[in-house]
């Protein structure tokens, strides 16, 4: 377990000796040494003696970290709203506005987010975000103060965190 701890922390970037393409040992799923392109086995080369042992690190490691990022966050993927289950910090389309998130406030109750431009003064128009464009880019966040958005609860969080 040992030699698997120093084999991920000396290189995590796997390359196919048979085709050459690039990926991250994270990113290589249930097989993280099999090329996706050319379906080549590539594990001899990284000189891992026991396949299983690494399946089971890597598993270990995903979950791991997974655990620590809704520890930092106190995010829950699921809640409960209106009596119904929905997906927590996952901005989808809006029935209000043009998008809308649930998440939980401060006091930890789950409220429903709408952002985006719609609703009544939209009177039929639309309105498509340009956030590709620099300089439009640039304006938004300067009139907004995205640097400083506010708490996660708050629509202008969201919009920023679309531009």
């Known amino acids: 377990m040992i030699k698997l701890l120093e084999l991920l922390n000396e290189d995590k970037t796997i390359t196919c000796e048979n085709c050459g393409w690039k990926w991250e040992l994270e990113d290589g799923g249930k097989d993280p040494y099999i090329c996706y392109k050319c379906e080549h086995d590539n594990i001899d080369e990284y000189d891992v003696e026991n396949e299983q042992d690494l399946k089971e690190f890597v598993t270990f490691i995903k979950e791991y970290s997974q655990m620590l990022n809704e520890a930092d966050c106190g995010c829950v993927t699921e809640a409960e709203y209106h009596g119904r289950k929905v997906t927590l ?38 309105m498509v975000i340009k956030a590709k464009n620099p300089k439009r880019r640039a304006a938004y ?10 708490p996660r609860w708050k629509a202008n969080y969201w919009s920023c965190k679309k531009w």
């Not at 989808?92 to 109750?109: E, H, L, P, R, T």
């Open 141 to 150: 966040r300067a009139r907004h103060n995205c640097d400083n958005p506010g």
């Open 89 to 126: 910090g996952k901005p989808m389309q809006g029935d209000i506005k043009k998008f809308k998130v649930y998440v939980k406030n401060s006091k930890g109750k789950v409220v429903k987010v709408n952002f985006g431009f719609g609703g009544k003064s939209a009177k039929g128009k639309r």
